[in-house]
Nanobody, 118 residues
Framework: VQLQASGGGLVQAGGSLRLSCAASGHTVSTYTMGWFRQAPGMEREFVAAITWRTYYGDSVKGRFTISRDNAKNTLYLQMNSLKPEDTAVYYC???????????????WGQGTLVTVSS
């Protein structure tokens, strides 16, 4: 499975962005898909995941929405009410089994940078 993340960029605080993660090489409709982020000097942090339901990290609940389009084999992350502390490289990931919040996913995208200015 290859994952290609896109959609990052520079946005002002309070703004919105939508990240996409296109999967290829295998259908991922039955996989657990997740988004993680890593800020400079920080550990990789769980953001959101989707199985048959959705899960969110505490810092993004109510602001971010994860979704998937199985027909397009694509994962999304809609980010609203962005804050400067959301600035990070965002990674998409896929796994066939295991904990949705753990970083030991099987497949990872290359990351896309999100910068939120104050």
């Amino acid at each position: 499975v290859q994952l290609q993340a896109s959609g990052g960029g520079l946005v002002q605080a309070g703004g919105s962005l939508r990240l996409s993660c296109a999967a290829s090489g295998h259908t991922v409709s039955t996989y657990t898909m997740g988004w993680f982020r890593q800020a400079p000097g920080m550990e990789r942090e769980f953001v959101a995941a989707i199985t048959w339901r959705t899960y969110y990290g505490d810092s993004v609940k109510g602001r971010f929405t994860i979704s998937r389009d199985n027909a397009k084999n694509t994962l999304y992350l809609q980010m609203n009410s962005l804050k400067p502390e959301d600035t990070a490289v965002y990674y998409c990931a896929a796994r066939t089994r295991g904990s949705y919040y753990s970083t030991d996913y099987d497949y990872w995208g290359q990351g896309t940078l999100v910068t939120v200015s104050s």
